[in-house]
């Protein structure tokens, strides 16, 4: 509590950025990132037993006897200051930045320190850093760029927050100065794309992001990292796309994570289940949502790029359509005896890569077929539902495809459930634009 107290003393510098209003360049910068680099200079000179030094350290610094953590942190911090002085990162969006990581440790720490829970600490670090970053561009925004609407703030906070949860418990906690690196240049991006946000979206998505967040972790669907990385999907899909985009990514989330359960104990007897007891992590659930989330992203640039906001939307849904395809194709067929390579027909021992069955191919065109029928929500009309089947299914071939001759040697089934769903995507835009299928 009194190291992350003293972080979020050291992040309250950012504040000063917004009120430095030198106009020359080099003195503007040296206001700006001066007190990091200050921080970062005394904390590379203390030493063990003295006061500053036992306020900062991690139990790593104290083996290193310097307090590399808070230093590495400093200069990060002063970095991306002087991206602000120089090159147009915008001011709220480094404030909410600093803000949401120092305050949002001290929140998780505060619950940490009251319950053993892990989930609620990790709510107590979004929450916290949630309100502090809001507060902070609330602040920076009423002095500097009142063109920026409070709505837009919020946006930033809770994916920002988000964002920052997932790379902390992705990564060491020690590692401050890759976060803040990482989530400030998360929220430049989100800046230029979020438009006109509204609050009943952002809302709406919150309260989606918690309660889906905490069915996966209770069901044991989805690891920590694995449900945050859900959790920034959601988000940003509900606010940047739409509800019936939502619906989608939900279908899949749903009947794809209660599919591993199914049978779990017989997958696992011959060996093809699906590992950590069946929790995905962060690295599963992007190979198959990494596709869509670009897709999504991409929507507010539609209109520049001159291309048509439905492209973008049966990419997305032909994306989840094959990750769900591919899903249950691959859970449901690990029950069933008899499986064959999908380029010869040739028996191989279940779990081969590559190996499908009739089962399970037909699982996996009912699950195609199922995100198609959500996808009648976002405005998907009857052409619309067979160009998000037919995608799907191209998808799961192309999985398996690709775990025959690639698999192992070249990819990981990681990469090949990544390539899968970016076939999916590339099929169902194609033929979106060359049939002429709109919503």
């Known amino acids: ?54 306020l900062f350290a991690w139990p790593a610094d104290r083996r290193d006897g310097r307090l590399y953590g808070l230093a590495a942190f400093a200069l990060a911090t002063a970095g991306l200051a002087v991206l602000v002085v120089g090159f147009g990162l915008p001011e709220h969006v480094f404030v909410a930045t600093v803000l949401l ?26 929450a916290g850093g949630c309100l502090a970053a809001s507060a902070g561009q609330l ?52 800046a230029a794309l979020a438009g006109d ?28 990292p694995g449900m945050l990385t859900g959790a920034l999907l959601v988000f940003l899909t509900i606010v940047l796309g739409g509800y019936g985009w939502f619906a989608m990514l939900a279908a899949f989330f749903a009947v794809g994570g209660l599919s591993t359960k199914v049978g779990y104990e017989r997958k696992a007897e011959r060996g093809v289940e699906q590992e950590n ?21 991409a929507v507010p640039l539609g209109s520049e790029l001159g291309i048509a906001e439905d492209v973008f939307l049966y990419a997305f849904a ?35 890569d590559g190996a499908v069955t009739w089962q399970g191919t037909v699982a996996g065109v009912v699950g195609a077929a199922v995100v198609a ?44 459930n990544f390539f899968a769903t970016l076939a999916a995507a590339i099929a169902a835009a194609t033929v979106t634009v060359s049939a002429g299928v709109s919503v």
């Open 1 to 54: 509590m009194r190291r992350g107290a003293a972080f979020a003393l050291v992040g309250s510098f950012a504040l000063v950025v917004p009120l430095v209003g030198v106009e020359e360049p080099a003195a503007e910068t040296l206001l700006a990132a001066g007190p990091f680099l200050g921080v970062a200079a005394v904390a590379l000179l203390v030493r063990p037993g003295q006061v500053f030094f036992e």
């Open 101 to 126: 990581l120092a305050v949002g440790n001290v929140a998780g720490q505060a619950v940490r320190w009251a319950t053993d829970s892990p989930l609620l600490a990790i709510a107590g670090f979004v």
């Open 139 to 190: 602040f920076t925004v009423w002095l500097t760029d009142p063109g920026v609407t409070w709505q837009v703030g919020a946006f930033l906070a809770a994916s920002g927050t988000l964002a920052a949860a997932l790379v902390r418990e992705t990564l060491f906690r020690r590692d401050d100065a890759l976060v803040v690196v990482s989530v400030a240049l998360l929220l430049w991006m989100l």
């Open 197 to 224: 946000v509204t609050a009943t979206r952002i809302g709406v998505a919150l309260g989606a992001t918690a309660l889906l967040g905490y069915t996966a972790f209770a069901l044991g669907t989805a690891s920590i």
């Open 277 to 297: 007891d069946g929790a995905r992590d962060t690295g599963n659930v992007l190979a198959n949502s990494l596709v869509a989330l670009v897709a999504v992203l």
């Open 318 to 352: 032909g994306a989840v359509a094959a990750a769900l395809a591919d899903t249950l194709s691959s859970e449901i067929g690990a029950m069933y005896d008899q499986p064959r390579l999908i380029t010869s027909l040739e028996p191989v021992e279940p779990g081969t």
């Open 373 to 416: 029928a959500v996808g009648v929500s976002a405005g998907i009309g009857t052409a619309g539902v067979a160009v998000v089947l037919f995608a799907g299914t191209v998808g799961m071939t192309v999985d398996s495809v690709l775990g025959v001759v690639l698999e192992g040697p070249v990819l990981g089934n990681q990469g090949v």
